[in-house]
């Protein structure tokens, strides 16, 4: 089983700021499947990027996605107030699939 | 337009069963995977089960032998029939779909199921 551990667990920033996330795997990812969702309260996560750098359908271009092997980021260049979420990695390269526990980007 | 709709969460006692159904809309349910994923109250994601296209499935070893996932290509639904339901299995059970390298690109609302006695 791949371990995913995100950090850092909180992120206080205020908006327009740069966001900087990372996800770290326990074994190589294979192919780069990793992908990054947002998830706001009361709500279903949402796919923002996968195969480690391709954005989703909609996601705007301040979310950025990259890395290969154990180590991965998910960069939000401009905060925008909407942006303040947690959000989780997961690695589908192969069963069982994980989640990192997540990081939390709180207003400053 | 994709759409994942959730339904039959509910009170359930330990050592209970209950059937959980996703009904899709907008995409043809065939040929895309489909996931079972869940969220403990106040905790992460886990993803939980996955029937692939082809029809195989697979799961978290927490759930093997107790839950099993199937899907109704008839009526595009996505089935998880729980068994032997314990305390720490009450979450949040969202279904999800994708196509495989492309993660999961469509998620439901989401069905509460909460085990409890």
């Known amino acids: 089983e791949i371990v995913l551990t995100q950090s850092p667990g909180t992120l206080s920033l205020s908006p327009g700021e740069k966001a900087t996330l990372s996800c770290r795997a326990s074994?190589?990812?294979?192919?780069?499947?990793l992908a990054w969702y947002q998830q706001k309260p009361g709500q279903a996560p949402r796919l923002l990027i996968y195969g480690a750098s391709s954005r989703a359908t909609g996601i705007p271009d301040r979310f950025s996605g990259s890395g290969s092997g154990t180590d991965f980021s998910l960069i939000i260049s401009r905060l925008e107030p909407e942006d303040f979420a947690v959000y989780y990695c997961?690695?589908?390269?192969?069963?069982?699939?994980?989640f990192g526990q997540g990081t939390k980007v709180e207003i400053k | 337009e994709v759409h994942l709709v959730e339904s039959g969460g509910g009170l359930i006692q330990p050592g209970g069963s209950q059937r959980l159904s996703c009904v899709a809309s907008?995409?043809?349910?065939?040929?895309?995977?489909l996931t079972w994923v869940r969220q403990a109250p106040g905790k992460g994601l886990e993803w939980v089960s996955i029937?692939?296209?082809?029809?195989?499935?697979s799961y978290v070893d927490s759930v093997k032998g107790r839950f099993t996932i199937s899907r109704d290509d008839s009526t595009s639904t996505l089935f998880l029939q729980m068994h032997s339901l314990r305390v720490e299995d009450t979450a949040i059970y969202y279904c999800?779909?994708?196509?495989?390298?492309?993660?999961?690109?469509?998620w439901g609302q989401g069905t509460l199921v909460a085990v409890s006695s």
């Open positions: 029937i692939y296209s082809g029809g195989q499935t």
């Open positions: 907008g995409f043809i349910v065939s040929g895309n995977y």
């Open positions: 997961q690695h589908y390269s192969g069963s069982p699939w994980t």
């Open positions: 074994q190589s990812v294979y192919n780069r499947f």
């Open positions: 999800a779909k994708g196509k495989v390298g492309a993660a999961l690109d469509s």
